[in-house]
């Protein structure tokens, strides 16, 4: 029977003995006081090497998704295009007739791989059915709810980081902006436009919806005359509702596991804690810890506005090796895992905090009984900390991290620990 010993000085855990596999251990001693209390011992770290890992893939159908940006193109993989909806037009008069009218976007950036053609027609198109969520189950069958046989508008889509697009609305666009001013339309009958795309070698992000922000939103501009009045005027609104819909697939490698964003790939390692406490000679104290994943940077795709903007290490609840992992998601209950090694070789747990909030993670799988021996690396979502990984992400970047079949040693994700030892508990 493992038994643990729940006892606690200041913060620091305590663990019972509970056969040492696959570990290095730095042979350091140091002789330390803990806090402000006179308790002599040595400081040891050691170095557990994964001993399973694989990749799990949590999102595989189309989604949509409101997020700080909205992506267009299509980049290593993936595809996205957005959708909106302007739906308040209080400041035009109901006397106004609404001359002409245009969308603006503006750009936020962008990712590609490509060299050359980074130029692409972009087209609006109206959306037929109304959408109130961006998770609507129309979305599941985008063709079924787009009328491509009415263009409104389109415009070159060149990669930038501060440029504007603008969307001069044709007769058609006209007339459809008009029907969303009339004051008699029903809210729903506003199912908004659609963005689309031919052939794209680059992702552009744009501003979404930000309230408050100070961040440029999606506009739409009307100009608009009323009778007997010969002023011309101009109203600029926001959009209402935005999102993105986007699908696609990574070409992975062999001997790879990946954390993506969007196209959602988590890596899932196993790291033998148990077998660790079992060959010490008596009582521990876990100070810290520290997962690093060696990274193939030459097969990854790191957008270098947003770097790895950042993943997060869970525990995992149920063993690696089933169909549907589960993770304690709690809010909180993570750690973060952004910093890039000196050379970039690999990626760890990025402060002391964070490292001493791992050690906290090892010491509730270590207090639950039964409880899997591993930590899922996902990114972190940006609307939601509580909930990594239903949330991906609003940029696209994957890390392809070397698994541990036929690589050297060096190459294998590794945890490691430092730890306490008291001095009557010291061999």
Not at 123 to 132: K, L, Q
Request: proline residues 4%; negative net charge.
């Amino acid at each position: 029977m493992i038994r643990i010993l729940r006892k606690f000085f200041h913060g620091i855990l305590f663990i019972a003995p509970v056969f040492l596999l696959f570990c290095s251990e730095n042979p350091h001693e140091l002789t330390v006081n803990i806090l402000e209390n006179q308790f002599t011992g040595s400081v040891k770290d050691t170095t557990l090497f994964v001993v399973e890992d694989t990749t799990y893939l949590i999102t595989q159908r189309v989604s949509t998704r409101s997020s700080l940006r909205l992506l267009i193109g299509k980049a290593e993989g993936l595809e996205a295009r957005p959708i909106l909806r302007f739906a308040d037009f209080s400041t035009v008069p109901d006397t106004a007739t609404i001359d002409s009218a245009w969308i603006k976007l503006y750009a936020d950036g962008f990712i590609s791989s490509a060299t050359s053609n980074l130029t692409f027609r972009a087209t609006i198109y109206p959306v037929d059915s109304a959408w109130i969520s961006n998770t609507d189950a129309l979305w599941d069958d985008i063709e079924q709810n787009i009328d491509r046989s009415m263009p409104l508008g389109e415009t070159d889509i060149t990669p930038g980081d501060t440029t504007e697009y603008i969307f001069n609305l044709n007769s058609d666009g006209l007339d459809l902006v008009r029907f969303w001013a009339d004051t008699g339309t029903v809210v729903g009958n506003n199912a908004g436009i659609y963005i689309d795309f031919n052939q794209a070698d680059f992702l552009q992000y744009i501003y979404a919806i930000n309230p408050g922000s100070g961040l440029p939103d999606p506009e739409l501009i009307v100009a608009y005359s009323i009778a007997n009045d010969t002023a011309a005027y101009r109203d600029t609104l926001s959009a209402n509702f935005d999102a993105f819909i986007y699908d696609g697939e990574i070409s992975l490698m062999n001997n790879r596991n990946y954390v993506s964003s969007l196209i959602e790939y988590n890596t899932l390692l196993k790291f033998n804690l148990r077998e660790f406490v079992n060959s010490q000679p008596g009582e521990i104290a876990i100070i810290s810890a520290n997962i690093q994943v060696p990274l193939d940077l030459e097969n990854s795709l790191v957008d270098d506005k947003y770097g790895l903007n950042p993943q997060v290490g869970i525990r995992m609840i149920s063993p690696i090796d089933e169909d549907n992992v589960e993770v304690d998601s709690t809010a909180g209950r993570f750690t973060i895992i952004s910093k890039w090694a000196e050379d970039s070789s690999y990626v760890e747990v990025n402060s002391n905090d964070n490292r001493k909030k791992l050690a906290t993670l090892i010491k509730d799988h270590l207090n639950t009984s039964g409880a899997a021996e591993g930590f899922v690396i996902s990114f972190l979502g940006s609307t939601s900390s509580s909930a990594p990984l239903t949330h991906p992400v609003d940029f696209y970047s994957y890390l392809a991290y070397f698994s541990r079949e036929n690589v050297p040693i060096e190459k294998r994700a590794r945890l490691v620990i430092t730890y306490w030892i008291p001095a009557e508990s010291r061999l």
